[in-house]
């Protein structure tokens, strides 16, 4: 039987985030730096005849339909392919926490269908699917550090220092829709330039949805005032929940609340990753950036 076991889907981090405005159809456009991390969901491939698909929960339990599943179907569809799958998704991830985990799981199947399918569709074609699912989609398709412009679409590569950070995140998730369509969020941001940012990539800028983020979850801001009391400068990634901070090397881990650990909070220590461990896996990962 073919199979591809122990596919990763590694999160991101939003090392900010700024609204610029808003397009006549409703999407919001953004700027923001997105940086891999080195906590990932795993996922295991296993071919199956006929168009078949199902999908097998490893860890907690998935939403009936998915993004796996609904990649799975979106590549199908685009291509014709008769060939099925069974998947299973160990889910690592937290959901609901700003850090891509959905959209990464997508990517990773759209690579690896189109390899256990022997589709051989170039990284744009696979893009192009993967937009419909997610705007983060793309990014993990890429698979490198990026500068994300537009509604996501707009890519560019850019290098990052290696670095650990700590990541929080609070039992409560948040709904994205929820955020984006709230009358407090600020949509007019300055633009940025990738010049400001290099100057000061930890540091710079801010996320737009925070405000609104803490309105609509206050553990947002219980995370974002633990961190500060550490004397680390912390913000929320993507829309939430989870927040961050950047280590020094000096770091002494901090003693969190007794109580997270029965409410259900999560916390973490990640490195960030110069590229996704499926580089290469699409037949022009090399090709010009939009």
């Given at each position: 039987?073919?199979?591809?076991?122990?596919?990763?889907?590694?999160?991101?981090?939003?090392?900010?985030?700024?609204?610029?405005?808003?397009?006549?159809?409703?999407?919001?456009?953004?700027?923001?730096?997105?940086?891999?991390?080195?906590?990932?969901?795993?996922?295991?491939?296993?071919?199956?005849?006929?168009g078949g698909l199902s999908r097998e929960d490893l860890g907690p339990a998935l939403p009936d339909e998915d993004l796996t599943?609904?990649?799975?179907?979106?590549?199908?569809?685009?291509?014709?392919?008769?060939?099925?799958?069974?998947?299973?998704?160990?889910?690592?991830?937290?959901?609901?926490?700003?850090?891509?985990?959905?959209?990464?799981?997508?990517?990773?199947?759209?690579?690896?269908?189109?390899?256990?399918?022997?589709?051989?569709?170039?990284?744009?074609?696979?893009?192009?699917?993967?937009?419909?699912?997610?705007?983060?989609?793309?990014?993990?398709?890429?698979?490198?550090?990026?500068?994300?412009?537009?509604?996501?679409?707009?890519?560019?590569?850019?290098?990052?220092?290696?670095?650990?950070?700590?990541?929080?995140?609070?039992?409560?998730?948040?709904?994205?829709?929820?955020?984006?369509?709230?009358?407090?969020?600020?949509?007019?941001?300055?633009?940025?330039?990738?010049?400001g940012f290099a100057a000061d990539p930890w540091g710079f800028g801010h996320n737009s949805l925070e405000p609104v983020a803490?309105?609509?979850?206050?553990?947002?801001?219980?995370?974002?005032?633990?961190?500060?009391?550490?004397?680390?400068?912390?913000?929320?990634?993507?829309?939430?929940?989870?927040?961050?901070?950047?280590?020094?090397?000096?770091?002494?881990?901090?003693?969190?609340?007794?109580?997270?650990?029965?409410?259900?909070?999560?916390?973490?220590?990640?490195?960030?990753?110069?590229?996704?461990?499926?580089?290469?896996?699409?037949?022009?990962?090399?090709?010009?950036?939009?």
């Open positions: 039987m073919r199979a591809l076991y122990d596919v990763a889907a590694p999160a991101k981090l939003n090392l900010f985030l700024h609204i610029t405005g808003r397009r006549d159809d409703g999407y919001h456009l953004l700027q923001s730096a997105f940086m891999l991390l080195d906590w990932h969901d795993s996922l295991h491939f296993e071919l199956r005849p006929a599943l609904r990649a799975a179907r979106a590549l199908q569809q685009a291509t014709g392919c008769t060939a099925g799958a069974h998947i299973q998704v160990m889910k690592r991830v937290p959901a609901e926490a700003g850090m891509g985990g959905g959209s990464s799981d997508a990517a990773s199947c759209l690579l690896a269908l189109n390899r256990l399918w022997g589709l051989g569709l170039p990284g744009p074609a696979l893009e192009a699917i993967g937009l419909k699912l997610g705007a983060d989609v793309p990014f993990f398709l890429r698979g490198r550090n990026a500068w994300v412009e537009g509604i996501g679409e707009r890519i560019r590569p850019i290098s990052l220092p290696a670095a650990r950070f700590i990541v929080v995140k609070p039992p409560r998730g948040l709904s994205t829709a929820d955020i984006f369509r709230h009358p407090a969020l600020q949509r007019d941001s300055t633009a940025a330039t990738i010049a803490r309105q609509l979850n206050p553990q947002v801001g219980e995370a974002l005032e633990f961190l500060a009391r550490q004397g680390l400068r912390a913000r929320m990634t993507g829309s939430g929940s989870a927040v961050f901070a950047l280590l020094p090397p000096e770091n002494v881990p901090a003693q969190v609340p007794a109580r997270w650990a029965q409410e259900g909070w999560v916390v973490r220590e990640c490195g960030n990753m110069e590229v996704h461990p499926l580089v290469g896996w699409a037949s022009s990962d090399d090709s010009v950036d939009s």
